[in-house]
């Protein structure tokens, strides 16, 4: 057997051991269907025996692609962005592909990762896509088969799994309003983005069909993923003479930013007032009396999105770029809602 200890073992090395030609070692590991199912799985025993390491380059050189596969985030310091990165790991490794993290909440960073997984490549990506991707993006996905997930950028053109925010929203707001609140305060992100606008859309529906106009309605919106913005906004609502009975929040880290505004000051829920929150994280079932909160089905979401990127790489075409799927949320009552006893 070849001495492993001082250089990398080649497919040379692999022949001799499995008593093969070099030419298939090569085809035997690219699954070749001109080689018979045992030297196949002699071959690959060999490998795995000898640690032998596919040389990317050479298979990049010969037209392949390797097998990551991209995943754009704007932020993983938040749960729902974490848990869906596992759950897309977890997908990519049932189909031997890796999966490359890379964050990016800006067009410029967005095209400078994306030009890195097409030099590199990527065999797919998963793109939240910023508010308005760039020229070079635009370009350099029309190389890279992709999905986008939660956001929908109407100028990249490919198909997109999201939630259904504005009926989830819509949801939300309706329990409030079922208790008997009126003065329900929206905190969420701004409308640049197609999942703030559809779940501000969701909010003022509801109010509309209890009869509350535009001028009744109090909205704030601001930087999604900014705790910052969010311990300002509920700092105002209380601090406001006519303050809510209820508030409504769309996105996680403002969610976090508002529990912890609450808590840090004891004020309890739902005494100072009703709070519906956004996503789940473990945490939140523990805060205070219980956060009540719309569940996110992420692992279907992050499921659903992965299958539909490995057919479109199996297929080797770009399937509808129109298709939009949407899963959606749970409404999980816990403690911090209860009926208003304001007048």
Known sequence: MPDQKNKMVTTKDVAEVAKVSVSTVGRALADDPRISEQTKTRVKQVATQLGYVENLPARLMRGGRSNLIGLMLPDIRNAFYATIAEALSDCCSAKGHQLALSLANDPQTEARHIKELVSARAA????????????????????????QLLRRAASIGAASFGINDEASIHEGTRHLLELGHRRIAYVGGTEELSTGRDRVAGYRR?????????????????????????????????????????????????????????????????????????????????????LTTLRMPIEELATSCALWLFHQLEVGATTDPKYHSTVPATLIVR?????????
Request: one cysteine or more; aromatic letters at 6%.
């Open 124 to 147: 797919g990506m998963v793109i939240v896509p910023s508010v308005h991707p760039t020229r070079e993006s635009l370009a350099l996905l029309k190389n890279l088969p992709h999905v």
């Open 206 to 290: 509801a109010m509309r069909e209890f009869g509350i106009g535009a001028d009744q309605m109090i909205e704030i919106l601001g930087p999604a993923s900014s705790p910052e913005f969010g311990t300002q906004a509920i700092a105002d609502l209380l601090a406001s003479p006519d303050r809510p009975t209820a508030v409504l929040v769309s996105t996680v880290r403002i969610t976090q930013a508002i529990l912890e505004y609450l808590h840090e000051r004891g004020m309890a829920s739902p005494e100072t007032l009703s709070v519906v929150g956004f996503g789940d994280s473990p945490e939140f079932k523990w805060w205070g009396p219980g």
């Open 335 to 343: 403690g911090s809602t209860a009926p208003c006893v304001s007048p």
